[in-house]
């Protein structure tokens, strides 16, 4: 694939003063990131950082058009090409020459070892990527070097030495500047996943520290414009201009800013009247007030961003591990009647009203190429059907109802969206006993634990999904969320946090990633998200877009890739 775009950076705007630099950006919000290792992070938030020190062999320009949000164009490499063989598996690749690393112990040059070592580095047993699933069902040989590593002491020591020396086929370093990977058959969106920023480079220096510990994070490099100065968990993130980064190797990013500072700590209001007055320049995690939205809208505010985004949220995610209830959400008359239960068009209106989301019923958002619309349990437009609801409890032996435990994020709009989806169930004889939690505490102590699904300490989940990439981007939420074929024996269930199994959704997976061709693998993905779909693995509630509010002295705001704001790309003008 040649370069699908012409990157926006400066000079390509339509503020008639042109790019300015220097300055502090200032976000603000509640939360902190995931982690700062790119190996481990996934939250929306973080990725609005990582980009800044991160890079990878492609990337996405940026842009305000959400049809080219999936052109892939080279970054750390000089190309982004087509396999090269007959069978559409190898690909080679050499890196930009002068590319050098800025490192807490000084500059080194980027070499090829370092984009293969960061790849091996997302299977570490101590700690393995989220992502980890992409690369094991695509990288020629790299489960089996997981497997291998599973076997190995939980020590440093151990696990070091062989996450360097031992070889996987499909990752081979052929001289300083190139390599060539090869997947385990033709995959049309393996471009896709090398542009996921878990495909960074790592320096050897990582190898002897566990990812994402706080010994780490201290310790983070980069190969981007920015370079992380400053980490207070949950309360500040510093970012200054790299040491080394040379703007003649990067053609996405141009580093107007000379500092990015990330404040944390604050509430919701607080954060939006900071931004209204000027006392900082974008939301770090937070959406603008929904009470405020309809005055912004109808004074056409330009601090307010807009964006179709392909979100699937939220979501409900159901625990079908869960022994509350005597097993219920292990039966599917009572995961058909958490369908009919949600009002879709209450939490909607949570959300900001119709303007701003699409009701869902299904798990492929419009703006998937493999979209096609589909609805298992249509009720009402998204009202609900909780009588129908009541007469399928009856029917899997609850007539008096049943009460589950629901798990959700204990920020931003997230409270009102639970009580919203609590009020709908109770129509239908399900109470739903809401227990708040932090963005850590959601993803590591309730979503991520296959332990604590099966004690029952949650059995409904409200999450939300945004896509890895844009377009061909259907495996990033069916495969994510759903595929339970590469579970390890450590019981790691990655993304799929129902831990939910069906074969027949597995077989459906696995037949389009075997495609070599997008027409036929989307064919199979439909498949796939129709038998989860009558399954009832999760109750879909919106397709949201994404809205931001950002600061009047903010110019060339380009939501795509990282939807809120590419940091790199953007300056302050004048207060």
């Not at 809208?297 to 995610?317: I, K, M, Q, T, W």
């Amino acid at each position: 694939m040649t370069a699908a775009g012409t990157p926006l950076v400066a000079g390509q705007t339509s503020d008639v003063a042109g790019p300015r630099r220097g300055g502090t950006l200032t976000l603000v919000g509640a939360g902190d990131v995931d982690h700062l290792d790119p190996a481990l992070a996934y939250h929306t938030v973080t990725r609005g950082i990582i980009r800044a020190y991160t890079r990878q062999l492609v990337s996405y320009p940026a842009t305000r058009d959400h049809r080219r949000a999936g052109d892939l164009v080279p970054d750390l490499a000089v190309a982004a090409d087509e396999p090269y063989d007959a069978e559409g598996r190898r690909y080679r690749f050499t890196l930009r020459d002068g590319l050098r690393w800025d490192l807490p112990d000084g500059p080194r040059p980027l070499t090829a070892a370092d984009v293969v070592r960061g790849i091996k580095r997302l299977a570490h047993p101590m700690a393995p990527s989220p992502g980890l699933p992409y690369y094991l069902s695509t990288v020629e040989g790299l489960a089996v070097f997981r497997d291998d590593l599973l076997t190995l002491p939980r020590e440093l020591d151990l696990v070091a030495p062989y996450l360097e020396a031992a070889e996987v086929p499909g990752l081979r370093v052929l001289d300083e500047r190139t390599l060539e990977l090869t997947t385990r058959r033709p995959t049309p969106d393996f471009l896709n996943i090398l542009a996921l920023p878990f495909a960074s480079p790592a320096p050897e220096e990582y190898l002897w520290f566990v990812p994402g510990s706080p010994e780490l994070n201290q310790r983070i490099g980069s190969i981007g414009p920015y370079r992380i100065t400053g980490y207070e968990p949950d309360q500040r993130i510093t970012l200054e201009r790299s040491r080394t980064w040379d703007p003649a190797t990067d053609p996405i990013r141009a580093a107007h800013v000379d500092r990015i500072e990330v404040r944390q700590g604050l509430d919701e209001k607080t954060c939006h009247d900071l931004v209204i007055a000027g006392d900082a320049d974008m939301m770090w995690d937070i959406q603008p007030l929904t009470e405020r939205l309809p005055q912004m809208f109808a004074a056409e505010d330009p601090r307010l961003e807009v964006c179709p985004a392909g979100l699937f949220s939220p979501y409900l995610v159901i625990n079908v591990l869960s022994p509350n209830q005597g097993g219920a959400l292990a039966r599917r008359e009572v995961r058909e009647a958490l369908q009919y239960a949600i009002d879709k068009t209450t939490v909607a209106e949570v959300w900001g009203g119709p303007r701003l989301n699409d009701i869902a019923e299904q798990i492929l958002p419009p703006l998937c190429r493999a979209h096609q619309p589909f609805a298992s349990y249509p009720a009402n437009g998204g009202a609900g059907d909780p009588e129908r609801a009541r007469r399928l409890l009856a029917g899997a032996g609850y007539p008096d109802g049943l009460t589950l435990k629901l798990v959700y994020r204990d920020r931003d709009i997230h409270p009102e969206t639970a009580r919203a989806v609590r009020a709908g169930c109770a129509r239908a004889g399900i109470t739903l006993d809401l227990v708040p939690a932090g963005i850590t505490e959601l993803f590591g102590t309730y979503l991520g634990r296959a332990d604590g699904a099966r004690e029952g300490r949650w059995d409904v989940a409200l999450s939300g999904w945004e896509p890895d990439w844009h377009g061909n981007n259907a495996r990033v939420y069916l495969q994510a969320l759903f595929d339970s074929s590469d579970v390890s024996e450590n019981d790691d269930w990655g993304s799929n946090f129902g831990h939910y199994h069906n074969p027949v959704v597995n077989e459906r997976i696995a037949a389009a990633l075997s495609c070599a061709d997008e027409a036929t693998a989307n064919e199979h993905w439909r498949a796939a998200e129709r038998e989860v779909l009558r399954d009832g693995a999760v109750v879909p509630i919106l397709f949201a877009h994404q809205y931001w509010l950002r600061g009047h002295r903010v110019r060339n705001w380009l939501p795509y890739p990282v939807l809120n704001g590419d940091l790199t790309n953007l300056w302050l003008g004048e207060d």
